[in-house]
């Protein structure tokens, strides 16, 4: 057990639709990320959150956006789901935001299907 | 930017036997760090080893070390006396020291048989 929580565990929804994921980081961790693993594209990041604040964006769609509140857990919008949003989301957690000697702690996961 | 190669898509090992799955990569950074993760079937990501390009010995953790060789940027993983619980997907990753994400490589499956 990383000490990363992600709910839901599964997500069925219909194209259109918008979700939110959440993940809790692990105790005492103040960065969190946000990745997408596909079949076609692999383990992509998507956006990094450092103790409340937007650090990085990489791949993440103009369709979904994040946030971290004040109690360090982090939510992941998507909105206007396509088939192609069907993925694996993880939310991964460190310590430090940009340190490359810190490993990140990966949640779980939430599998997306889009139908 | 960062990237990771993973020429080997899949592998099968005997039980018993040891594994070595390979990763180059490419940067420009002065430091940087290298991490090894394994996918289950189940799906998580669970951390296995960590090296960081400054370190002077190569990386253990129990069965898993971590072949650094620098020069030729290539972090190889091995696994000493595989177990069936071996059997799961391994990506190689590295994070620069100007980076907040980790950049993967697209993964190697390995199959443990009995």
């Known amino acids: 057990d990383s000490g990363v929580t992600q709910t839901p565990k599964h997500l069925i929804t219909a194209t259109g639709q918008r979700v939110t994921l959440r993940c809790s980081p692990r105790?005492?961790?103040?960065?969190v990320y946000w990745y997408q693993q596909s079949l076609d594209q692999g383990l992509q990041f998507l956006i990094q959150?450092?103790?409340?604040?937007?650090?990085a964006k990489g791949n993440i769609l103009e369709r979904f956006s994040a946030q971290q509140f004040p109690d360090l857990h982090s939510e992941l919008n998507l909105s206007s789901l396509e088939l192609g949003d069907s993925a694996l989301y993880f939310c991964?957690?460190?310590?430090?935001?940009?340190?490359?000697?810190?490993?990140?702690?990966f949640g779980p996961g939430t599998r997306l299907t889009v139908t | 930017a960062q990237k990771i190669t993973q020429t080997q898509p899949g592998m099968f090992v005997q039980e018993k036997e040891a594994v070595t799955l390979d990763c180059t990569y490419d940067?420009?950074?002065?430091?940087?760090?290298l991490f090894w993760y394994k996918q289950p079937s189940s799906g998580e990501m669970i951390f296995l080893i960590y090296?960081?390009?400054?370190?002077?010995q190569n990386a253990t953790e129990g069965r898993y070390s971590l072949n650094f060789q620098k020069a030729r940027k290539s972090a190889n993983l091995v696994i000493s006396a595989s177990q069936l619980g071996d059997s799961a997907m391994y990506f190689c990753?590295?994070?620069?020291?100007?980076?907040?994400?980790?950049?993967f490589g697209a993964g190697t499956t390995v199959t443990v048989r009995a």
């Open positions: 991964a957690s460190s310590p430090q935001s940009r340190d490359s000697t810190y490993e990140q702690y």
């Open positions: 105790s005492g961790d103040l960065s």
């Open positions: 959150y450092y103790n409340g604040e937007e650090r």
């Open positions: 940067t420009s950074d002065p430091s940087y760090g």
């Open positions: 090296q960081g390009s400054y370190d002077q």
């Open positions: 990753a590295m994070r620069g020291i100007n980076d907040y994400k980790l950049s």
